[in-house]
């Protein structure tokens, strides 16, 4: 992806990517394509809610498979993920430099635990997305969001900025 600014400084070192997709064109080639004919696929769509704000004192979740090992057996290059999650995070607010959501969590279980899951959907129980994991604070024992309310627009911020380069 090509490197932008939004303006704020804080989001420089903030890395997003997104796809849009034709989901007719796509169902129809995956219909289509005998190398998966027979095998199960599941594309999931979220078509939530996009406007909510997380509450205090509700729990929130987020897992992701993000810790990654490649190893080499049999002559061949394995990969094997393990799984990183949150299940006790606590909405606190949000971080007025940013703009993005903060959670607290009992306790924060090191970087390696978390490093590759950005992206990861800060999830309810109910299922209903309301952050996008982007970061985290080791020593307060907190992890940031980006709001969900916000993707679009900072999707079209950075169509706009590309188009300009």
Known sequence: MKRFTFGKSE???VDIS???IDLDAFQRSIAGNKNIS???FEFIVYQGPFGQSPQP???????????????EALGRRHLEREPSYEMEMEYTGRNTN?????FSIPDHKGHSH???????????????????????CEISNELFGYPLW???NLIRISEDSLKHQ
């Open 11 to 13: 989001l420089e070192s």
């Open 18 to 20: 997104w796809a849009k």
């Open 38 to 40: 027979g095998k199960p």
């Open 57 to 71: 004192q509700t729990p929130y979740i987020f897992a992701s498979q993000n810790r990654v090992v490649i190893y």
């Open 98 to 102: 940013q703009g993005l959501c903060v």
């Open 114 to 136: 978390y490093k590759g899951a950005s992206g990861a959907p800060i999830i309810d129980s109910t299922g209903q997305i309301f952050a996008i994991l982007v970061g985290g």
């Open 150 to 152: 916000d993707v679009p």
